[in-house]
T-cell receptor, first 114, second 116 residues
Framework: DTEVTQTPKHLVMGMTNKKSLKCEQH?????MYWYKQKAKKPPELMFV???????INESVPSRFSPECPNSSLLNLHLHALQPEDSALYLC?????????????FGPGTRLTVL | AQKVTQAQTEISVVEKEDVTLDCVYETRDTTYYLFWYKQPPSGELVFLIR??????QNEISGRYSWNFQKSTSSFNFTITASQVVDSAVYFC?????????????FGEGTQLTVNP
C-alpha cells in the first residue's frame, strides 16, 4: 500500500465553524506533512510531524491546529478560518524527516471558507 | 535560503512536439535533492523524479528525460513527442541538507498545455 488518503475531498465551511481534515497512510512512514496550496501557486509547507511530534511549524496562524494521534494518522483542525484560507490542503508522508526521501502526497482536500 | 525558479509560466505546444521545462535552483548547501512533480487538474501531485546533488547523470524514462547541470544550477525536464495527457502544471522542487527530510521548496510551476 503506497497511498496517502485524505478526507474529505471537498469542504465548505463558514468562518464560525470548526472542522477537521484527516490524512492517513499505512506505509510505516514516520514523517508527515501538511502543505497549503492557493490557486495558481505552488504548495507551501505548513507543518512537519516526525515520530508523532511536531517538529516544524512554519509560522502558521493558530486557527490551524495540527494533531498526530498515531504514526498513521494526521489531522488538521480548523477554527475561525478566513475566506483567504480557501485552498487545497495537501498531506504528505515520507520514511522519516532526516533524509529527503521521496514524499508521497495525498489527493488533497479543497477547502472553501465562506 | 534556497530558491527555485521556473521562468516559464505557461507553455502551449501541439501534440507530438518536444517540450523542455526549465528549472533553476539556488542553494548554498552542497547536499541537496531536486524533484519534479506533475499536477493535473484533479490536484494530486504526481511524483516524477528525485535527483541528489552528487549524481549528475541525466535520466531518461520513456518519453521523459531530465538534464541536471550543477555548473548552471539547472535541472531541466524534457517531454518527447508530447501528448494531450501531458497537459498539467509541472513543479520543480528542492530539499536541502541531509536532515531536512521531505521539506520541499517549490518553484512557481509551469502550466503545460498540449493541443491536439
Amino acid at each position: 500500500d503506497t497511498e496517502v488518503t485524505q478526507t474529505p475531498k471537498h469542504l465548505v465551511m463558514g468562518m464560525t465553524n470548526k472542522k477537521s481534515l484527516k490524512c492517513e497512510q499505512h506505509m510505516g512512514h514516520r514523517a508527515m506533512y501538511w502543505y497549503k496550496q492557493k490557486a495558481k501557486k505552488p504548495p507551501e509547507l505548513m507543518f512537519v510531524y516526525s515520530y508523532e511530534k511536531l517538529s516544524i511549524n512554519e509560522s502558521v496562524p493558530s486557527r490551524f491546529s495540527p494533531e498526530c494521534p498515531n504514526s498513521s494518522l494526521l489531522n488538521l483542525h480548523l477554527h475561525a478560518l478566513q475566506p483567504e484560507d480557501s485552498a487545497l490542503y495537501l498531506c504528505a508522508s515520507s520514511q522519516d524527516n532526516r533524509t529527503p526521501y521521496r514524499p508521497f502526497f495525498g489527493p488533497g482536500t479543497r477547502l472553501t471558507v465562506l | 535560503a534556497q530558491k527555485v525558479t521556473q521562468a516559464q509560466t505557461e507553455i502551449s505546444v501541439v501534440e507530438k512536439e518536444d517540450v523542455t521545462l526549465d528549472c533553476v535552483y539556488e542553494t548554498r548547501d552542497t547536499t541537496y535533492y531536486l524533484f519534479w512533480y506533475k499536477q493535473p487538474p484533479s490536484g494530486e501531485l504526481v511524483f516524477l523524479i528525485r535527483r541528489n546533488s552528487f549524481d549528475e547523470q541525466n535520466e531518461i524514462s520513456g518519453r521523459y528525460s531530465w538534464n541536471f547541470q550543477k555548473s548552471t544550477s539547472s535541472f531541466n525536464f524534457t517531454i518527447t513527442a508530447s501528448q494531450v495527457v501531458d497537459s498539467a502544471v509541472y513543479f520543480c522542487a528542492l530539499s536541502v541538507g541531509e536532515t531536512s527530510g521531505s521539506r520541499l521548496t517549490f518553484g512557481e510551476g509551469t502550466q503545460l498545455t498540449v493541443n491536439p
